[in-house]
Nanobody
């Protein structure tokens, strides 16, 4: 069974840093694009960062220059380095992975359960 497990969230002061990790476990698949989404209470879920299989990246304007997404294909893991954090970055962060099966029989998105990031003094 495919599972996405996030880690690295927590409480940090404004201007601080956190590094989120998302490990994809299971077998019988390969990873296409991966990304980090976030959702604050009362707001819509938004894409924070995305990285393709080949390593191309895209960022939301609100995080560009402060966040860096990366991946380790050998470990089936995606990371989000978050620097210069602001209170408005407070949200639940969800890992997303687009997977395709061995022999390319299917393709679909999988989601992690989310990890809380709180930026506050």
């Amino acid at each position: 069974q495919v599972q996405l497990v996030e880690s690295g969230g927590g409480l940090v002061q404004p201007g601080g840093s956190l590094r989120l990790s998302c490990a994809v476990s299971g077998s019988g698949f390969s990873l296409n694009a991966m990304g980090w989404y976030r959702q604050a209470p009362g707001k819509q879920r938004e894409l924070a960062a995305r990285i393709t299989r080949g390593g191309s990246t895209n960022y939301a304007d609100s995080v560009k220059g402060r966040f860096t997404i990366s991946r380790d294909n050998a470990k089936n893991t995606v990371y989000l380095q978050m620097n210069s954090l602001k209170p408005e970055d407070t949200a639940i962060y969800y890992c997303n992975a687009d997977l395709y099966s061995d022999y390319e029989l299917w393709e679909r998105d999988y989601w992690g359960q989310g990890t809380q990031v709180t930026v506050s003094s």
